[in-house]
């Protein structure tokens, strides 16, 4: 089968539109002549003319989740009981500094640019693929 982007087959019939569309980045120009190419023989044709190549950019939202948590510092109050010289006993109550790590999952929304490409073009049959 052959493809062209600049002619029609010499002799030959037009015997429908074909498309092929991608999304980039798995969509290859290579990719995208090959589904063309596997169009036009779907349609019986043994000749592919490309008659246009376009892409086309969108915007769309994308969000995802991520770790966002941080370390936190609160003053918490502690009992001590403490043994004097004398060996009696007393209780004091202080506040002491407690950093703890507190995790939290954060939402991060962005514009991301989606490309498609397209290829659009006629299957032809030729004299030598016809039966």
């Known amino acids: 089968m052959s493809i062209s982007a600049t002619r029609d087959p010499a002799g030959g019939q037009e015997i429908g539109i074909v498309e092929a569309h991608g999304r980039r980045p798995q969509a290859t120009a290579e990719a995208l002549v090959a589904e063309f190419r596997s169009r036009v023989a779907m349609l019986g044709g043994d000749f592919g003319r ?7 950019h969108e915007l ?14 609160q003053m918490q109050t502690q009992s001590v009981v403490a043994t004097g010289p004398d060996g009696s006993t007393a209780v004091t109550t202080e506040a002491v500094p407690v950093t703890t790590y507190v995790a939290k999952t954060c939402t991060e929304e962005r514009q991301v640019e989606d490309a498609t490409l397209t290829l659009v073009g006629r299957a032809f049959r030729t004299a030598k693929g016809s039966p």
């Open 60 to 73: 769309r939202t994308e969000s995802r989740d991520y770790e966002c948590g941080g370390f936190e510092t």
């Open 50 to 56: 490309i008659d246009d190549f376009a892409t086309r």
